[in-house]
């Protein structure tokens, strides 16, 4: 069975930086494209950044380019999220994501982590 567990929210004031990660379990996790997606109260979920099984293409969403960076060892089957430069509107419950990946294809199908809340406040 897929699992994934985020790990490493909490309250930081603006301007200062969280690392995410991600432990993923149940799957050949290189095979995975994996995500990372927030939801704030009373909106519906965004993507934040993704990064392909063999970690060599990223993306990110435009408002947190320059700011945060998304990586996987996939050797210890985890995927991270390096935030720097926090500002409260990053508020947010993070999720991690895992979708299986067939060369360029990306199944719709996803798995999801519990999430992990970032609050970003002074």
């Known amino acids: 069975q897929v699992q994934l567990v985020e790990s490493g929210g909490g309250l930081v004031q603006p301007g200062g930086s969280l690392r995410l990660s991600c432990a993923a379990s149940?799957?050949?996790?290189?095979?995975?494209?994996m995500s990372w997606y927030l939801q704030a109260p009373g909106k519906e979920r965004e993507l934040v950044a993704s990064?392909?099984?063999?970690?060599?293409?990223?993306n990110y969403a435009e408002f947190v380019k320059g700011r945060f960076t998304i990586s996987r060892d996939n050797a210890k089957n985890t995927v991270s999220l390096q935030m720097n430069r926090l500002k409260p509107e990053d508020t947010a419950v993070y999720y991690c994501?895992?979708?299986?990946?067939?060369?360029?294809?990306?199944?719709?199908?996803?798995?999801w982590g519990q999430g992990t809340q970032v609050t970003v406040s002074s």
């Open positions: 990064i392909t099984g063999d970690g060599r293409s990223t």
């Open positions: 994501n895992a979708r299986r990946q067939h060369g360029s294809l990306v199944e719709g199908f996803a798995s």
């Open positions: 149940g799957f050949t996790f290189s095979n995975y494209f």
